[in-house]
Nanobody
Framework: QVQLEESGGGLVQAGSSLRLSCAASEGTIRTYGMGWFRQAPGKEREFVAAISWGGGSTRYGDSVKGRFTISRANAKNTVYLQMNSLKPEDTAVYYC????WGPGSDLGYEYDYWGQGTQVTVSS
């Protein structure tokens, strides 16, 4: 079992960068595929990025490819989402999630553990 906590959200202007962190306060992320998802008001949850449990495979949602980068630091029990060239349409609550021995899936239902989310707001 793992307990996740996101941080790093905030209010920024379009074109800015933010780095989100997802730290495990209980358990270790070492054996989990990790993903980031987001949900904007009135919209369905959207896949953002994921990384396999071994770190060798990553995938991204079409809307963030080339702008966002997911990485993991198992020694720090933390996963990061570097977000560059932010757009107003990136405004959402961002959630990290853990999938035991996961390959880095883009399917939310494959993740067993979720954080409570961090708000990212991008102004135009």
């Amino acid at each position: 079992q793992v307990q996740l906590e996101e941080s790093g959200g905030g209010l920024v202007q379009a074109g800015s960068s933010l780095r989100l962190s997802c730290a495990a306060s209980e358990g270790t992320i070492r054996t989990y595929g990790m993903g980031w998802f987001r949900q904007a008001p009135g919209k369905e949850r959207e896949f953002v990025a994921a990384i396999s449990w071994g770190g060798g495979s990553t995938r991204y949602g079409d809307s963030v490819k080339g702008r966002f980068t997911i990485s993991r630091a198992n020694a720090k029990n933390t996963v990061y989402l570097q977000m560059n060239s932010l757009k107003p349409e990136d405004t959402a609550v961002y959630y990290c999630a853990a999938d035991p021995w996961g390959p880095g899936s883009d399917l939310g239902y494959e993740y067993d553990y979720w954080g409570q989310g961090t708000q990212v707001t991008v102004s135009s």
